[in-house]
């Protein structure tokens, strides 16, 4: 049997940790396989109760609502996908290689079911990080919702990347928005290559587009990083600011 993960997030996220029973666990699994069905538009608590042959009233002990739910599924997947690229840079000097690791394992680890986690198949939850994401911050609540730290997974991961980046151009000066460019690069221009294919260069072919997205992430980093327009000193280049 797999050594089972549980990833440390958010408690606001919750009304009680849905990891840590196996109803709870359900809960995930099958959420996140019907919104990949449906829609989470059409998905409802209701819907979900009669999947897993439990009541309407359980799911509602795990969350307060379907928007803190998909809050979870999504800090769950930041969460899982910085715990890859910590494993696999953990022992890497080279600043480079480390960005070139990063930046392949956020786009392979996203196409793979991780075994350890057997109530979450990662490359469903993928796709509805892809197609559902920006409901979970473009929303009327979403300040409020940032100061309750509902987010932090997404922005710890960047600034992850913003890290690697600083330590490979000191004076770079967008390296947070480098950094929340390419995380949002890697799951937009692939929808985009499947439903609006004239704003990508990535060709959709059988749902396989991972090594023409760990290109265009790769070309696009290193290009910005290595052009001689950054490396010019600049005297007052500001200090990383807190995450907000």
């Not at 991780?114 to 509805?128: F, G, K, N």
């Not at 940032?146 to 980046?165: C, M, P, V």
């Amino acid at each position: 049997m797999a050594v089972a993960i549980k990833m440390k997030l958010n408690e606001k996220l919750y009304l009680r940790d849905p990891q840590e029973t196996k109803l709870g666990r359900k809960i995930i699994q099958f959420s996140i396989l019907m919104i990949d069905e449906i829609g989470f538009e059409d998905f409802t608590f209701k819907k979900l109760a009669e999947r897993i042959e439990s009541t309407e009233a359980s799911v509602y002990r795990y969350f307060e609502n379907k928007h803190r739910l998909l809050l979870f599924l999504l800090s769950w997947y930041w969460e899982w996908i910085k715990y890859c690229i910590d494993t696999k840079i953990l022992n890497i000097d080279d600043p480079k290689r480390k960005l070139k690791i990063a930046l392949e394992t956020l786009v392979e680890a996203a196409h793979r079911d991780d075994p350890s986690t057997e109530h979450v198949d990662e490359a469903v939850l993928h796709r509805i990080v892809i197609a559902e994401s920006a409901k979970g911050y473009y929303t009327k609540q979403v300040d409020k919702e940032n100061q309750q730290g509902l987010f932090l997974t997404y922005k710890t991961l960047s600034l992850t990347l913003s890290s690697i980046i600083l330590e490979i151009n000191p004076k770079f000066p967008h390296p947070r928005s480098l950094a929340s460019t390419l995380l949002e690069m890697a799951k937009s221009h692939i929808y985009f290559s499947e439903h609006l294919p004239s704003l990508t260069d990535i060709v959709f072919k059988d749902g396989n587009s991972e090594s023409q997205v760990q290109k265009l992430l790769l070309d696009f980093a290193f290009g910005l990083l290595e052009s001689s327009h950054f490396t010019i000193a600049e005297e007052n280049i500001q200090s990383a600011a807190p995450l907000a």
